[in-house]
């Protein structure tokens, strides 16, 4: 029999009231990541065709990847990378059937957020 009260319910899950997991976000982040990836990816692709193109054009894209702006899109590079390879390590570890528990789970999100943050700053203070 048909529904009549369908109009009166609020959908599922409400907004107002969900509130996201620290997993849910975690995987948010991953698939943000791997697309911003592509942005320092564009940036080094295009210095490096400027850097075969001629010496005057090279100069341009050098100056671009190297002031502020391309010092911030590569330092966030730097960042997604780290953070999209310990996500797929956790997403690895997950595929095993492991550390799928809620504590465990939330626990694995916080070592990549983490993990991204310390070794993005060890990578940068070692280089």
């Known amino acids: 029999m048909a529904d009549v009260n369908r109009g009166n319910r609020p ?3 409400h907004l107002q009231i969900y ?3 620290l997993t ?3 995987s948010i982040f991953t698939r943000i990541t791997g697309n911003a990836l592509l942005v320092g990816a564009l940036l080094i692709v295009w210095w490096f065709l400027a850097a075969s193109y001629s010496p005057e054009y090279f100069a341009i894209a050098n100056g671009v990847i190297t002031s ?3 010092d911030l899109v590569m330092l966030g590079s730097l960042w997604a990378i780290w953070y999209h390879l310990l996500a797929g390590l956790r ?3 997950w595929d095993t ?3 799928l528990e809620i504590a465990k789970a939330e626990r694995l ?5 983490a993990g991204s943050f310390i070794l993005t700053l060890l990578t940068v ?3």
């Open 24 to 26: 849910s976000i975690t």
């Open 125 to 127: 203070f070692i280089i």
């Open 19 to 21: 509130r996201p997991q």
């Open 11 to 13: 959908l599922s899950p």
């Open 97 to 99: 059937g492991r550390g």
């Open 91 to 93: 997403h690895l570890y």
């Open 109 to 113: 999100g916080l070592i990549v957020i």
């Open 68 to 70: 502020w702006f391309g």
